[in-house]
Protein backbone atom coordinates (compact mmCIF):
# COMPACT_ATOMS: atom_id res chain seq x y z
CA UNK A 1 0.00 0.00 0.00
CA UNK A 2 1.32 3.46 -0.75
CA UNK A 3 0.66 6.35 1.78
CA UNK A 4 0.67 9.98 0.35
CA UNK A 5 1.11 12.83 2.32
CA UNK A 6 -0.36 15.94 1.17
CA UNK A 7 0.66 19.49 0.94
CA UNK A 8 -1.91 20.93 4.11
CA UNK A 9 -3.03 23.95 2.20
CA UNK A 10 -4.24 21.75 -0.49
CA UNK A 11 -6.75 19.44 1.01
CA UNK A 12 -9.61 21.59 0.83
CA UNK A 13 -9.31 22.15 -2.68
CA UNK A 14 -9.94 18.47 -3.45
CA UNK A 15 -12.50 16.83 -4.78
CA UNK A 16 -14.08 13.24 -3.60
CA UNK A 17 -16.26 11.33 -6.06
CA UNK A 18 -18.01 8.18 -5.41
CA UNK A 19 -17.69 7.06 -9.24
CA UNK A 20 -14.52 5.30 -10.60
CA UNK A 21 -14.76 5.90 -14.50
CA UNK A 22 -11.90 4.94 -16.26
CA UNK A 23 -9.96 7.39 -17.94
CA UNK A 24 -11.31 9.09 -20.97
CA UNK A 25 -14.93 8.72 -20.04
CA UNK A 26 -15.96 12.25 -19.96
CA UNK A 27 -17.31 11.46 -15.85
CA UNK A 28 -13.46 10.93 -15.06
CA UNK A 29 -12.19 14.54 -14.21
CA UNK A 30 -9.19 15.12 -11.52
CA UNK A 31 -10.46 15.72 -7.97
CA UNK A 32 -7.69 19.23 -8.22
CA UNK A 33 -7.71 20.78 -11.41
CA UNK A 34 -11.56 19.52 -12.76
CA UNK A 35 -10.23 18.87 -16.14
CA UNK A 36 -11.31 15.58 -17.97
CA UNK A 37 -8.39 13.06 -17.74
CA UNK A 38 -8.22 11.70 -20.69
CA UNK A 39 -7.99 8.18 -22.33
CA UNK A 40 -4.06 7.94 -22.72
CA UNK A 41 -3.46 9.16 -19.69
CA UNK A 42 -3.18 7.53 -16.05
CA UNK A 43 -4.65 8.90 -13.37
CA UNK A 44 -3.05 8.70 -9.71
CA UNK A 45 -6.34 7.04 -8.05
CA UNK A 46 -6.03 7.55 -4.56
CA UNK A 47 -9.55 5.49 -2.16
CA UNK A 48 -10.84 6.50 1.33
CA UNK A 49 -12.29 3.80 2.82
CA UNK A 50 -14.81 5.60 5.37
CA UNK A 51 -17.28 6.10 3.06
CA UNK A 52 -15.90 4.41 -0.39
CA UNK A 53 -14.91 7.28 -2.20
CA UNK A 54 -11.91 8.08 -4.53
CA UNK A 55 -9.66 10.92 -5.45
CA UNK A 56 -7.94 11.09 -9.06
CA UNK A 57 -5.23 12.79 -9.88
CA UNK A 58 -3.83 14.25 -13.57
CA UNK A 59 0.12 13.51 -13.00
CA UNK A 60 0.86 16.76 -12.84
CA UNK A 61 -1.62 17.52 -10.55
CA UNK A 62 -0.23 14.60 -8.22
CA UNK A 63 2.93 16.76 -8.29
CA UNK A 64 1.30 19.85 -6.92
CA UNK A 65 -0.81 18.27 -3.92
CA UNK A 66 1.54 15.58 -2.75
CA UNK A 67 4.69 15.91 -0.84
CA UNK A 68 5.54 12.43 -0.42
CA UNK A 69 4.72 8.88 -0.90
CA UNK A 70 5.18 5.84 1.53
CA UNK A 71 6.02 2.00 0.94
CA UNK A 72 5.08 0.69 -2.66
CA UNK A 73 1.63 -0.97 -3.36
CA UNK A 74 3.77 -3.65 -5.32
CA UNK A 75 4.82 -5.06 -1.95
CA UNK A 76 0.86 -6.25 -1.88
CA UNK A 77 -0.54 -9.75 -2.76
CA UNK A 78 -3.27 -7.47 -4.70
CA UNK A 79 -0.98 -6.02 -7.20
CA UNK A 80 -0.21 -9.41 -8.63
CA UNK A 81 -3.94 -9.96 -8.77
CA UNK A 82 -4.42 -6.97 -10.52
CA UNK A 83 -1.53 -7.20 -12.90
CA UNK A 84 -2.61 -10.72 -14.32
CA UNK A 85 -6.25 -9.31 -14.30
CA UNK A 86 -5.00 -6.99 -16.86
CA UNK A 87 -2.98 -9.25 -18.56
CA UNK A 88 -6.41 -11.26 -18.56
CA UNK A 89 -8.48 -8.72 -20.23
CA UNK A 90 -10.61 -7.73 -16.70
CA UNK A 91 -11.69 -4.36 -17.44
CA UNK A 92 -10.08 -2.14 -14.35
CA UNK A 93 -13.48 -1.27 -12.72
CA UNK A 94 -13.92 -5.04 -11.64
CA UNK A 95 -11.36 -4.46 -8.81
CA UNK A 96 -12.92 -7.54 -6.82
CA UNK A 97 -11.80 -5.48 -3.44
CA UNK A 98 -14.06 -2.75 -4.23
CA UNK A 99 -16.07 -0.94 -2.92
CA UNK A 100 -16.05 -3.27 0.21
CA UNK A 101 -12.27 -4.78 -0.26
CA UNK A 102 -9.64 -3.56 2.60
CA UNK A 103 -8.65 -0.38 1.38
CA UNK A 104 -4.66 -1.44 0.92
CA UNK A 105 -6.29 -4.38 -1.21
CA UNK A 106 -8.07 -1.99 -3.81
CA UNK A 107 -5.40 0.45 -3.78
CA UNK A 108 -2.90 -2.36 -4.74
CA UNK A 109 -4.97 -4.50 -6.81
CA UNK A 110 -5.82 -0.86 -9.33
CA UNK A 111 -1.74 -0.53 -8.96
CA UNK A 112 -0.77 -3.70 -10.34
CA UNK A 113 -3.62 -3.02 -13.00
CA UNK A 114 -2.20 0.53 -13.97
CA UNK A 115 1.41 -0.60 -14.08
CA UNK A 116 0.71 -3.63 -16.45
CA UNK A 117 -1.68 -1.48 -18.40
CA UNK A 118 1.94 1.56 -18.47
CA UNK A 119 3.75 -1.45 -19.61
CA UNK A 120 1.75 -2.49 -22.25
CA UNK A 121 1.46 0.75 -23.63
CA UNK A 122 5.42 1.38 -23.36
CA UNK A 123 5.56 -2.26 -25.28
CA UNK A 124 3.00 -0.25 -28.47
CA UNK A 125 4.73 2.58 -28.72
CA UNK A 126 8.45 0.83 -28.89
CA UNK A 127 10.34 1.64 -31.80
CA UNK A 128 13.54 -0.41 -32.80
Keep these: MTAFHFRPE ?12 DAGDPTCICS ?32 QVIVGMGPK ?25 APKGPESSRIAWYAGWDAAWEKSKSKKNFEP
Excluded: Q, V
Design 73 to 97: AKDHPAYAEGWNAFEDATRRGANPY
Design 10 to 21: MIHLLTWFSDSP
Design 32 to 63: FCGDMIEEDEMPLRIFRESDNTEMRLHMKCAT
